[in-house]
């Protein structure tokens, strides 16, 4: 069993920069991949950004390349979400998730299966 905490988010304007980070505890000795996940209200959720915990190899959603970086720390157990140059569609609630799927299916919300509670992203223009 794996636990998760986001903390890092809130209001910024468009142009910004945020820092996002997602703690985990528990069994995390099983832990394949971590990633990052977004929902807006009334939208699905969405793959952001996802790492190997061993390797280091990450993946991104087209659209935040260049803007966004993950990066983990295995030592603390936690990853971390870099934002840089938010948009308004940037805006969702942020979820870090950690699973022991393949990793051909690293960018599919079913290869996860602890979640944290959210964290609030807001971008205003």
């Not at 998760?4 to 000795?29: D, Y």
Request: some cysteine; overall charge positive; proline content about 2%.
């Amino acid at each position: 069993q794996v636990q998760l905490v986001e903390s890092g988010g809130g209001l910024m304007q468009a142009g910004g920069s945020l820092r996002l980070s997602c703690a985990a505890s528990g069994r995390t000795f099983s832990t394949v991949s971590m990633a990052w996940f977004r929902q807006a209200p009334e939208k699905e959720r969405e793959f952001v950004t996802a790492i190997t915990w061993s390797g280091g190899i990450t993946y991104y959603r087209d659209s935040v390349k260049g803007r966004f970086t993950i990066s983990r720390d295995n030592a603390k157990n936690t990853v971390y979400l870099q934002m840089n140059s938010l948009k308004p569609e940037d805006t969702a609630v942020y979820y870090c998730a950690a699973g022991r799927g393949s990793i051909q299916t690293i960018r599919q919300l079913s290869s996860y299966d602890y979640w944290g509670q959210g964290t609030q992203v807001t971008v205003s223009s």
